[in-house]
């Protein structure tokens, strides 16, 4: 049995499971805030919706993270229940989590970059006038102040739950 990487995939499990949890109870207000925002700016809000721009907990926003902590929990369980998988699962899902988080926090560092390059890309004069900038800092707004300190503890508890996992079952 394994309890250490066990309860450190459970934590990560808990971490991913935050994610769309939040999502969908402030999501809609961050909409509002980038509909406003739009609206401010003389675009169109339908825009959203017609490049595929979400705020709430749909789509992969809850289908990743979901995903993860289902994996996260099933090694959790085979560490705990001693089965010799276990092992090799972690240092694949711990590895494959640590990838994915380094990712989330690439993805949200580059936010308004990557967005205006996707903007750049749909090539339609309306996504090109949008300040998104100030887009994205209306929706982010829109999250109580509690979130970013909530994000950085997550992306601590997944950095360090997946390392400690695999030096666990290492030893």
Same mark, same amino acid.
């Given at each position: 049995?394994?309890? !250490?990487?066990?309860?450190?995939?459970?934590?990560?499990?808990?971490?991913?499971?935050?994610?769309?949890?939040?999502?969908?109870?402030?999501?809609?207000?961050?909409?509002?805030?980038?509909?406003?925002?739009?609206?401010?700016?003389?675009?169109?809000?339908?825009?959203?919706?017609?490049?595929?721009?979400?705020?709430?907990?749909?789509?992969?926003?809850?289908?990743?993270?979901?995903?993860?902590?289902?994996?996260?929990?099933?090694?959790?369980?085979?560490? !705990?229940?001693?089965?010799?998988?276990?092992?090799? !699962?972690?240092?694949?899902? +711990? +590895?494959?989590?640590?990838?994915?988080?380094?990712?989330?926090?690439? +993805?949200?560092?580059?936010?308004?970059? +990557?967005?205006?390059?996707?903007?750049?890309?749909?090539?339609?004069?309306? %996504?090109?006038?949008? *300040?998104?900038?100030?887009?994205?800092?209306?929706?982010?707004?829109?999250?109580?102040?509690?979130?970013?300190? *909530?994000?950085?503890?997550?992306?601590?508890?997944?950095?360090?739950?997946?390392?400690?996992? %695999?030096?666990?079952?290492?030893?």
């Amino acid at each position: 049995m394994h309890a !250490l990487p066990a309860a450190m995939q459970l934590l990560v499990a808990a971490a991913f499971v935050s994610i769309p949890l939040v999502r969908h109870r402030y999501g809609p207000a961050a909409e509002a805030a980038a509909v406003a925002e739009l609206r401010r700016q003389d675009v169109r809000p339908e825009v959203l919706a017609e490049n595929g721009l979400r705020f709430d907990a749909g789509g992969h926003e809850t289908a990743v993270p979901a995903a993860v902590a289902a994996a996260m929990i099933g090694t959790a369980v085979l560490n !705990l229940a001693g089965v010799g998988l276990a092992q090799p !699962l972690t240092w694949v899902f +711990s +590895s494959l989590v640590l990838l994915l988080n380094t990712g989330i926090v690439y +993805s949200n560092l580059t936010a308004v970059k +990557s967005v205006q390059a996707a903007f750049r890309r749909k090539g339609t004069p309306e %996504l090109a006038r949008v *300040q998104v900038a100030a887009f994205l800092k209306a929706a982010e707004n829109a999250f109580p102040g509690w979130v970013r300190a *909530q994000t950085y503890i997550r992306n601590t508890v997944v950095f360090a739950g997946s390392a400690i996992a %695999l030096v666990a079952v290492s030893v």
